[in-house]
């Protein structure tokens, strides 16, 4: 849908700047997760889906310490997939195709965790 007119903003420097128009279905990335005007959530999903899925990769793939592995999921990985959530409203379908990403992520825990208790 065509919108008439342009917007005008000064930015820090006091400069004119024209603002960009978008559809309100399409997420750009602000304050560090992806969102839409219209409330759309799948660029977001899809991209918590690659993190978690690029983490099992690399993990599985990895020569790291379980400690170290253990270490960067709490501190990054996890972080960059929690950050965003109270922000979003996933839909079912959303979920559905997070969770092969995230039961990957439980497994490999769950075989770090185990060496860690030493079961």
């Known amino acids: 849908m065509e919108t008439p007119g342009q917007l005008l903003v000064n930015d ?3 400069n ?12 750009e990335e602000t304050l560090g997760f992806f969102l839409a005007p ?6 977001q999903a ?6 978690a899925r690029s983490w099992v990769e690399q993990m599985a793939a990895g ?4 400690m170290e592995a253990w270490t960067m999921l ?4 996890w972080r960059k997939l929690s950050y965003p959530l109270p922000a979003l409203n996933l839909t079912k379908y959303n979920v ?3 969770w092969p990403s995230f ?12 060496t860690f208790l030493g079961v």
């Not at 219209?38 to 660029?43: L, Y």
């Not at 899809?46 to 993190?51: R, S, Y």
Request: net charge positive.
């Open 38 to 43: 219209s409330g759309d959530t799948n660029r």
């Open 12 to 14: 820090i420097a006091s």
């Open 96 to 98: 559905k195709t997070l």
């Open 74 to 77: 709490q501190t990054t990985t």
């Open 103 to 114: 039961s990957g992520m439980c497994f490999l825990l769950s075989e770090y965790v185990g």
């Open 63 to 66: 020569k790291l310490a379980k």
């Open 46 to 51: 899809e991209n918590m889906e690659e993190k």
């Open 16 to 27: 004119r700047k024209w603002v960009m128009r978008m559809e309100t279905s399409v997420a």
